[in-house]
C-alpha cells in the first residue's frame, strides 16, 4: 500500500505557474505509474497527465499539452506537475494517485489516491 501527499496548490494569476508535488510513502513507489487528476466544482474528476514507472512514457490531456510537465523522481519518492501558463479552466482541486504497472488514463484504474490540493487561477 502507498500513501500520497499532495502540495504546492495555492492562489494564481491567469498566465502565471505553479508546481505540484505528490510525496508517496514506502519503498516500492518506482513500481508505480502515477497519475493527476483534477476535479472542478460540480464536475466530474478529469484526467490531467501521467508517468510511467521508469519515467520514460508520459501522457497528457489535449487541454493541458504544452503547458504541463509531468516528472518524477524515484530516488525521493516524489512525483511533480510543473504547471505553465495558467488559465481559469484550470481551476479545481488536484489529485495524484497511484497504480501499479502500465499507466492508464481513467481515475477508476487507479488505487491510491492523495487529498488533492486546491488550485485557483484568477482572471
Known amino acids: 500500500q502507498v500513501q500520497l501527499v499532495e502540495s504546492g496548490g495555492g492562489l494564481v494569476q491567469a498566465g502565471g505557474s505553479l508546481r505540484l508535488s505528490c510525496a508517496a510513502s514506502?519503498?516500492?513507489?518506482?513500481?508505480?505509474?502515477m497519475g493527476w487528476f483534477r476535479q472542478a466544482p460540480g464536475k466530474e474528476r478529469d484526467f490531467v497527465s501521467a508517468?510511467?514507472?521508469?519515467?520514460?512514457?508520459?501522457y497528457y490531456a489535449d487541454s493541458v499539452k504544452g503547458r504541463f510537465t509531468i516528472s518524477r523522481d524515484n530516488a525521493k519518492n516524489t512525483v511533480y506537475l510543473q504547471m505553465n501558463s495558467l488559465e481559469p479552466e484550470d481551476t479545481g482541486v488536484y489529485y495524484c494517485?497511484?497504480?501499479?504497472?502500465?499507466?492508464?488514463?481513467?481515475?477508476?484504474?487507479?488505487?491510491?489516491w492523495g487529498q488533492g490540493t486546491q488550485v485557483t487561477v484568477s482572471s
Open positions: 494517485a497511484a497504480r501499479v504497472a502500465f499507466l492508464r488514463t481513467t481515475p477508476k484504474e487507479y488505487d491510491y
Open positions: 508517468i510511467s514507472s521508469n519515467g520514460r512514457t508520459r
Open positions: 514506502g519503498r516500492t513507489f518506482s513500481t508505480y505509474a
